[in-house]
């Protein structure tokens, strides 16, 4: 095993099921149905998932070409790729719609589906205000809870994930063979509707191939930050290989999920599919698939705040954030509680808005059923598909960015062939997904059978908008804050400190400089790496 373990096939592996892992997560679970209901025809619904698979597996190589600037130094993430490709200012924008939208929008989906479904598994007739008191108090303790689990036992948190990425496949793969074996006329692909929805194979109506990218693209997101683990592999060339083949797995998983999942399930969903195997057991239908994504959803949970954590803490050490005195630096615990009390807030306003704004005829503090059934979906859920169209938005920002490296040189990269050709289709297909994600979101109702002003769709695009000029305030305080209180070396500096290299902002390299210990110890780390590359540093 020792001897097998130095061995490229064992490295392929391990990046393969690295990315796997990564990709593959609660998408599938909770976003089949909305991407059914959003495009009103399940076949559309197959194409959309092999189209944003496809353009998602071309990124790869383009993403290996980006993180090669941060393969001997700096962390892989994307205010720290935006930094050097693009610019300080725009790295610093990128990190505050994480740490103020994204993040806490992946927090409240994962922590109010959480809730969803475990008063599914309760069962029990609530009021509205019992629900609203369960949907606050549990999810805001949840959110605290992780996040001590995090900051005091980091590793433990690791092994979690671990142990349960494991688990999520086992009823991934027996709802995949599931639903092969039990087709028939009460499944999603000829049933032409259940319970209050209706579609139908035969409507192809061409505005119906805007919608559902926002729940797809939650799926896949994160599949460029796996770019970044060639950083640490022994074996350098089987990387893209390895990155590739997982990602067309994952692509082609998805797909086959879906066809599955529209062909057995009478609404695409994986808990209505096992509804349908109980063989009309009502208990066994609610229990199974409850108890599956209450663990699926605290899986989610700890991951993100694990991610966010060191995100934040990433971006700071990268002089992207004002951090008042001790500028440069934040422990791994306050960073993840700045997180953690942006999240909470976020939480607390997307729940509010679901249990209390009447729309689309249901509504009501006084409607139990509306509290139960729309309070999660209506905001967390279409936030958390937000937060993938915006990190999608940077991700096709970046990608550009690439391209236009490629002219200029001004990032020194390992160039990869092909990325020119693939980085322009998946740049311009991506631009395209963000695009009609926020659309679908705004324009919520695909029957247009009600107001605009009675839509989700209203209410979404205002905290959309006060959102986003709220980070932009923030944005130009921040600003004003680094002109007056400026960092003594300037914005270059070290992003890490277990590998000490200098970064040179590439955009503008004129205002960089280094001192005379910088200056020895770049000379250090050039001449330890002249053996192995002798192209120049950045």
């Not at 192809?204 to 729940?215: D, K, V, Y």
């Not at 006060?466 to 600003?479: C, K, N, S």
Request: charged residues 15%; hydrophobic residues 50%.
């Amino acid at each position: 095993m020792k001897k097998f373990s130095n061995t490229k096939a064992f490295e392929f592996m391990t990046l393969f099921v690295m990315v796997i892992g990564t990709v593959i997560g609660a998408g599938i679970y909770i976003k089949n149905t909305e991407v059914l209901k959003a495009t009103q025809n399940p076949i559309i619904g197959i194409i959309l998932w092999a189209i944003v698979g496809i353009v998602c597996v071309l990124c790869v190589l383009v993403f290996m070409e980006i993180s090669s600037a941060t393969k001997h130094f700096g962390n892989g993430t994307i205010a720290n790729w935006a930094k050097i490709f693009v610019n300080r200012k725009t790295a610093s924008y990128f990190s505050l719609l994480y740490t103020i939208i994204i993040w806490p929008a992946m927090y409240s989906l994962f922590a109010g589906t959480f809730i969803f479904y475990l008063l599914k598994l309760m069962n029990v007739e609530m009021s509205s205000g019992t629900q609203l008191a369960i949907y606050l108090g549990l999810g805001i303790f949840s959110m605290i809870m992780l996040f001590l689990f995090n900051a005091f036992l980091p590793a433990g948190s690791k092994w979690v994930q671990v142990i349960g990425n494991a688990f999520k496949f086992i009823p991934l793969f027996v709802a995949l063979i599931a639903g092969f074996c039990m087709i028939n006329d009460n499944s999603a692909m000829f049933n032409n509707g259940y319970k209050d929805s209706t579609w139908s194979t035969s409507d192809w109506e061409p505005s119906s191939f805007f919608r559902g990218f926002g729940g797809i693209l939650l799926s896949f997101d994160g599949f460029y930050l796996i770019a970044n683990s060639q950083k640490t592999a022994k074996h350098k060339e089987v990387v893209p290989k390895a990155l590739m083949a997982g990602m067309t797995f994952a692509a082609l998983f998805y797909v086959l999920m879906a066809v599955s999942l529209f062909l057995g399930s009478p609404d695409g969903s994986i808990f209505e599919l096992f509804a349908k195997m109980s063989g009309g057991n009502a208990t066994v239908a609610r229990v199974i698939p409850a108890i599956i994504m209450m663990l699926i959803c605290l899986l989610n949970l700890n991951s993100f705040t694990m991610f966010s954590m060191s995100n934040l803490e990433s971006d700071v050490e990268a002089k992207l954030v004002y951090t008042g005195v001790r500028r440069g630096k934040i422990s791994n615990f306050k960073s993840g509680l700045v997180q953690l009390t942006a999240s909470i807030i976020s939480y607390s306003i997307y729940i509010l808005m679901g249990f209390f704004i009447t729309r689309n005829g249901y509504g009501g503090w006084d409607s139990a059923k509306h509290a139960i059934d729309q309070a999660v979906t209506d905001y967390t859920g279409i936030m958390g598909s937000v937060a993938a169209i915006l990190s999608f938005a940077m991700v096709d920002i970046l990608i550009f960015a690439c391209l236009i490296n490629r002219r200029t040189n001004k990032v020194k990269v390992e160039k990869y062939k092909g990325v020119t050709i693939l980085g322009t289709i998946s740049g311009i297909a991506i631009a395209i997904f963000v695009i009609c994600g926020i659309y679908t979101f705004i324009d919520s109702d695909p029957t247009h059978s009600t107001k605009f002003s009675d839509t989700t769709g209203m209410y979404f695009l205002i905290l959309f908008i006060v959102m986003m000029v709220f980070v932009t305030i923030v944005f130009f305080i921040q600003e004003a804050l680094f002109k007056k209180y400026p960092f003594k070396d300037g914005f270059g500096g070290y992003l890490t400190e277990e590998d000490p290299m200098p970064l040179l902002i590439a955009i503008n390299p004129i205002k960089n400089y280094f001192t005379k210990k910088g200056q020895e110890e770049v000379k250090q780390y050039e001449q330890q790496d002249k053996p192995k590359n002798k192209r120049k540093r950045n």
